[in-house]
T-cell receptor, first 110, second 114 residues
Framework: QQQVKQSPQSLIVQKGGISIINCAYE??????FPWYQQFPGKGPALLIA?????SEKKEGRFTISFNKSAKQFSLHIMDSQPGDSATYFC?????????FGKGTTLSVSS | GAGVSQSPSNKVTEKGKDVELRCDPI?????LYWYRQSLGQGLEFLIY????????KSGLPSDRFSAERTGGSVSTLTIQRTQQEDSAVYLC????????????FGQGTRLTVV
């Protein structure tokens, strides 16, 4: 119930391409879905977040798509850049602690 | 300070010893979280403090792990009788309130048990 399942585990994308990371959840009490970005040796930092009353949220090159009926959400990175190479974590919250997926390591090749 | 501060940044300890990890949250943040990140793994929830409420300890992996938060500010995570499987990065985060708000993470404490 409390799990957030994330895929793929790793992703290699060419510069300028689209990176897509998917997450799924079971607990319908989750009502906040953030994505965090982590660079080596650093703590995760919030990238973008969505609530279930909207189906899409866009901030610059980053878009979250949310499918409430399927209990799935995804992160799309448009025009991927080498500087986007990092580990990305989806998460979900039901008013207490954030529950994180296992992460996706993204490598953007130049 | 401007962000979440964790100390020490690195800790090497012998198996069986106790260790204390410290977290200084952002001033005014009422919620504080501890997570554990093992190599190549996600962030495993350990414990969560919110204001004066009883902490959510549901993620602590064993009774060797405990945490305190004094005065609603600084938190200490204590691991007793450390084992090699405790080796990981321990991350602390704080947020302005409990619900639907951004969690700000520290840089973590890398614990190595030898």
């Amino acid at each position: 119930q409390q799990q957030v399942k994330q895929s793929p585990q790793s992703l290699i994308v060419q510069k300028g391409g689209i990176s897509i990371i998917n997450c799924a959840y079971e607990n319908t009490a989750f009502d906040y879905f953030p994505w965090y970005q982590q660079f080596p040796g650093k703590g995760p930092a919030l990238l973008i977040a969505i609530r279930p009353d909207v189906s899409e949220k866009k901030e610059g090159r980053f878009t979250i798509s949310f499918n409430k009926s399927a209990k799935q959400f995804s992160l799309h990175i448009m025009d991927s850049q080498p500087g986007d190479s990092a580990t990305y974590f989806c998460a979900a919250e039901a008013g207490t602690a954030l529950i994180f997926g296992k992460g996706t390591t993204l490598s953007v090749s130049s | 300070g401007a962000g979440v501060s964790q100390s020490p940044s690195n800790k090497v300890t012998e198996k069986g010893k106790d260790v204390e990890l410290r977290c200084d949250p952002i001033s005014g943040h009422t919620a504080l979280y501890w997570y554990r990140q093992s190599l190549g793994q996600g962030l495993e929830f350990l414990i969560y403090f919110q204001g004066n409420s009883a902490p959510d300890k549901s993620g602590l992996p064993s009774d060797r792990f405990s945490a305190e938060r004094t005065g609603g500010s600084v938190s200490t995570l204590t691991i007793q009788r450390t084992q090699q499987e405790d080796s990981a990065v321990y991350l602390c985060a704080s947020s302005l309130s409990a619900k639907n708000t951004e969690a700000f993470f520290g840089q973590g404490t890398r614990l190595t048990v030898v």
